[in-house]
């Protein structure tokens, strides 16, 4: 497996896992699922040789969205599970 193909199998990974807490109505952790699905589909476009005059854009917002959903992630952690 292509590692271009690999950044996009886990964005999908996570897009279905986010609809399902969307489903199970439990949308902040659905929110937390689909900012990483985006953050890899975006951190995939980044490599996309055709989309290079963008690649400086798409890897701010790539970093913008990682640590997004780490706070997310941390809050979720302190305030839902302990």
Same mark, same amino acid.
């Given at each position: 497996? @292509?590692? &271009? =193909?690999? &950044?996009?199998?886990?964005?999908?990974?996570? =897009? #279905?896992?986010?609809?399902?807490?969307?489903?199970?109505?439990? @949308? *902040? !952790?659905? /929110? %937390?699922?689909?900012?990483?699905?985006?953050? #890899?589909?975006?951190? @995939?476009?980044?490599? !996309?040789?055709?989309?290079?005059? $963008? +690649? +400086?854009?798409?890897? /701010?917002?790539? $970093?913008? *969205?990682?640590?997004? /959903?780490?706070? =997310?992630? *941390?809050? %979720? %952690? &302190? #305030?839902?599970?302990?």
């Amino acid at each position: 497996m @292509s590692p &271009q =193909l690999r &950044q996009y199998a886990f964005a999908a990974i996570f =897009l #279905f896992i986010g609809i399902y807490q969307l489903i199970k109505r439990d @949308s *902040l !952790e659905a /929110v %937390l699922y689909i900012m990483a699905a985006v953050a #890899f589909i975006t951190n @995939s476009m980044a490599t !996309e040789p055709r989309l290079i005059t $963008w +690649k +400086k854009p798409l890897v /701010v917002v790539t $970093w913008v *969205l990682i640590v997004t /959903v780490g706070v =997310l992630f *941390l809050y %979720l %952690l &302190q #305030f839902k599970y302990l």
